[in-house]
Each structure stands twice: as C-alpha cells, then as structure tokens.
C-alpha cells in the first residue's frame, strides 16, 4: 500500500501523479492506517507500506508502528531511509513484530551490501528489496542486462541468512516476471499496476487488476 508523500525522490511520474492526486483528496497517515485496516480485514495476503520516512517521523515512530501493527500491516519500505539511520524506526517496528525491508541499488559496493544484509537480518521476517535499475521507478520495455550478476553479488551475502531477494522497479510484463523469478524469489509491480487502475472506471478496476496479475503469473 503507497504511503503519498510531496516529494517522492525514488518514484517516477506514474507514482507521483498518483500521490499528488492521494494528497488533493486528503490522504493522510490516518488515512492510510484506515486503508490498510479495512483491506486487511479482508484480505489475508500480508501488508507492507511504501512510503517515505517523513510523514512517518512526524506521525510519531512508536505511535505509527503500534497502529500500523493493529491495522494488519506486517511491515514498511522506506526508499529514503538509509540502513545508517534505521535504527529508530527498526527497533519500533521490531517491538511490534513489523519488518522494515531495505533497498539495495544495483550500484551499491559490496562492503554496503554487507552492512544493509546484516541490518535486514535483524529485522522480524521480510525480505530484501534488490532495484533493478538505476534511476526511479516506472515500467520500462526491457531489464537490465546485468540484473541476474547482480542478484548473484547479492545473494553471495544472503546466502547464509533465510532472506528471500525480491526485485522491483521497471517491472511490468509476464516475461519481465518470468525472468527475474527464474534467479529471485519475488518480483514488485508496482507503476504498471497505477497505470492500469487510472485506465478504468472504480466498477471496473477490481476485475481489470485481476486479469493483469492473472497474466503476470502465467508463465
């Protein structure tokens, strides 16, 4: 579930409008604790939030991480949240049994995807969040050439932790999903998915939706 922030520095221009169009309309914390609430009760695949680490510091960590765990979310992504300053919100998040899962860039130097694994490895649960690209999020025609090398780089440091590796970023096509599940143990869809929802009438976004992720699992 997308947490609008004014200044979303990862995302790229589907994902702002649809922020920007969440902030008119008065979304707020409150607002997406309530969502994640009334989905969760409905719904039993696990909820994260993705969103970035201001509206949750002015929410108040201790606050934000205690309704969040009572709204049925299991854990957060925080693009702009480096593993340097984490150590707030994981031990927050940790006393209420929420996973903070980290990113980790394809640019990223070894020695840091040392460090980021281990500050993922004391975190409840989750999985480790690896970008496929450079740049900010949105679909793109085709993955990166180096992405499967990089994966490997990684799991060279996951290996010895039970720490699934999951891709996101430019994701959008069945054979997107084919291949990065043939080295990865998840993929992340997520500014093909708002593209689509934008594309139809409310009575007609539930089914639509379910055809596209019917179609990204055929393979």
């Not at 947490?3 to 702002?16: E, H, R, V």
């Not at 409840?124 to 690896?130: D, H, S, V």
Request: net charge neutral; with cysteine.
């Amino acid at each position: 579930l997308g947490m609008p922030f004014s200044d979303p520095l990862a995302d790229g221009a589907t994902i702002q409008h649809a922020g920007h169009v969440a902030l008119e309309r008065g979304m707020t914390v409150k607002g997406c604790l309530e969502t994640a609430r009334r989905v969760a009760s409905q719904c039993a695949v696990p909820l994260l939030f993705m969103g970035y680490y201001n509206p949750i510091l002015a929410y108040g960590l201790e606050r934000f991480c205690q309704e969040a765990a009572a709204s049925g979310v299991c854990g957060f992504i925080i693009p702009d949240l480096p593993t340097e300053e984490a150590l707030p919100l994981q031990q927050a998040a940790n006393q209420h049994g929420l996973a903070l899962i980290f990113l980790v860039p394809p640019t990223t130097s070894d020695d840091r995807i040392a460090r980021i694994v281990k500050a993922a490895t004391n975190t409840p649960g989750g999985f480790l969040y690896c970008v496929s690209l450079t740049g900010v999020t949105g679909s793109r025609s085709a993955i990166s050439t180096h992405l499967r090398s990089f994966i490997t780089r990684v799991r060279g440091y996951t290996k010895d932790h039970n720490l699934p590796l999951v891709v996101g970023f430019g994701l959008s096509t069945p054979e997107h999903i084919a291949e990065v599940t043939s080295y990865a143990e998840g993929a992340v869809v997520g500014s093909a998915l708002v593209n689509l929802i934008e594309q139809y009438q409310e009575s007609q976004q539930v089914e639509a939706v379910k055809k596209y992720i019917e179609s990204l699992r055929k393979r």
